[in-house]
């Protein structure tokens, strides 16, 4: 579904992503771990140009992106993204948020969008807040109607940027076992986290990266077992106690 | 004759006989006149310098997906730094006396008319830097959200950074149309009879200078105290509106 072939960024001198080879298929829960400054965010953000990568090549369903040629509105429709600020917008109702994409974009009227909108905001039972606005909400209500909002729009994979790393901890919960419910029916997710029960739960696959590569990667229940790099082992010995 | 008297008898002159407070007045709604105009097209100016600007910014490092409406940004982000260069490196009055004897001269608009438009031009300029401090305002990630649901930079700048952007600038705007608003006292260099070419009027009339300056800068403080608290009541409003 998604192919990354020797994909580098750079900021200025700072060499953030340094050959990335990686191919998701599809139904993946795909989670990224590893220390800060690592270029795990940065690779995350590289697979809906959200950066501009300085070289390589991004596919995603049988096409590559990451090309003038490319129109990267119409391929970003189908991969949602949740950021660790929620990113919702202020100035719109909860309602107006998630609806805001379908309808402007023409893929939905304003009735079905609402109809779709009300569906999701039940399904994470937060449907009495659908006419209020942003700053009323608590962080991990925030953080289910972002993901909600990315949803809205039929995405065929999820992209999660640290979802719970803004949130205080008893609302870390409710955003996880959301994510486990999307997770469950099936989607195709890819997650930068620190939340190491949610890897070893959900993930199909782990990757460590570390100094913009990829450092190793296996399932959850080899991966934490039995790391194989030294730097796996030290990370995980930090962040497992 | 007392002071009380002669005070009374300056009054008198200025604003009584021949109905001299309904040239004030007409001065004043000429003043009113030209400044709401010309902050209205100001603002219209100063957006889409702002958003040109601020367009042409962003695309900065990225790849270019269509050659011809880039280049046009890039032309037009010219365009708008000259603009801004010569609007602001020149005085106001020097502006509005060329354009009234000379790029104007040749058409068949108004004195007022061509004082909208040179103080429109000129208020665009102060308020594009309003504007793009605005916009620059709202986080990144308001963009970012907007662009990864699928919306194009224009649909999200539109829909999702410029209302929160115009919130913030309010008290901004309100400010530059105070000082809008006073600025208009120049238009007299072109005779068209704003509030303190009124003045001038009766004073070389009455040979009282005193009397009909202290009663304009009366006018216009309370014009502006009235200003300053609507803007004050808005900045209330807003600040409200914050937590919502």
Not at chain 1, 124 to 148: H, T
Not at chain 1, 222 to 239: G, H, I
Not at chain 2, 191 to 219: E, K
Not at chain 2, 225 to 230: F, G, Y
């Amino acid at each position: 579904m998604i192919t990354v072939k020797n994909l580098v960024k750079n900021f200025g001198k700072n060499n953030v992503l340094d050959g990335i080879d990686e191919q998701i298929e599809q139904g993946e829960k795909v989670v990224i771990i590893g220390p800060s400054g690592s270029g795990k965010s940065t690779f995350l953000r590289c697979l809906n140009l959200l950066e501009t990568p300085t070289g390589g090549e991004i596919w995603f369903e049988g096409k590559q992106i990451n090309t003038p040629k490319a129109n990267i509105d119409q391929i970003r429709r189908k991969m949602g993204m949740v950021f660790q600020h929620f990113n919702l917008f202020p100035h719109l109702t909860v309602l107006g948020n998630i609806t805001l994409a379908p309808v402007k974009l023409g893929l939905q009227s304003r009735e079905e969008a609402n109809k779709n909108a009300m569906r999701l905001l039940e399904r994470i039972s937060l449907a009495d807040k659908a006419e209020v606005y942003p700053g009323q909400l608590s962080g991990g209500q925030k953080q289910r109607i972002a993901i909600v909002r990315a949803l809205a729009m039929n995405p065929d994979v999820m992209l999660f940027d640290e979802p719970t790393s803004a949130l205080d901890p008893e609302m870390v919960g409710e955003v996880l076992e959301l994510m486990k419910e999307l997770a469950r029916d099936g989607m195709t997710m890819v997650v930068v986290t620190h939340e190491m029960g949610f890897a070893r739960e959900v993930g199909t696959r782990v990757l460590f990266m570390d100094e913009g590569k990829i450092l190793e990667q296996n399932t959850p229940a080899e991966f934490f077992a039995n790391p194989k790099n030294q730097r796996t082992q030290d990370f995980l010995s930090k962040v497992l106690l | 004759m007392n002071l009380f008297d002669s005070l009374m008898n300056e009054l008198q002159q200025t604003l009584i006989t021949d109905d001299r407070w309904k040239s004030l007045l007409g001065g004043l709604g000429n003043t009113v006149l030209i400044a709401v105009f010309a902050i209205l097209l100001g603002v219209l100016i100063g957006l889409i310098v702002a958003v040109v600007r601020v367009s042409a910014a962003s695309s900065k490092g990225k790849p270019v997906r269509n050659k011809f409406s880039h280049g046009v940004l890039i032309f037009f982000d010219k365009l708008c730094g000259v603009y801004l260069s010569i609007i602001r490196g020149t005085p106001i009055v020097v502006q509005v006396m060329i354009m009234y004897f000379g790029i104007l001269a040749l058409t068949s608009l108004n004195g007022v008319q061509v004082a909208i438009i040179s103080f429109g031009i000129n208020s665009g300029a102060y308020v594009a830097e309003i504007f793009r401090a605005g916009i620059l305002s709202v986080d990144k990630g308001q963009m970012e959200a907007g662009r990864s649901l699928g919306l194009s930079y224009p649909k999200s700048m539109t829909l999702i950074v410029l209302p929160q952007a115009v919130k913030n600038i309010l008290p901004s705007l309100v400010n530059e149309f105070i000082a809008l608003f006073k600025e208009t006292s120049i238009v007299g260099y072109v005779s068209i009879i704003d509030l303190t070419m009124a003045a001038n009027l009766i004073r070389s009339r009455t040979y009282q200078a005193f009397t009909p300056l202290i009663i304009i800068a009366i006018v216009y403080w309370v014009c502006v105290t009235i200003m300053t608290q609507l803007m004050r009541i808005l900045e209330r409003r807003l600040a409200k509106s914050d937590n919502r």
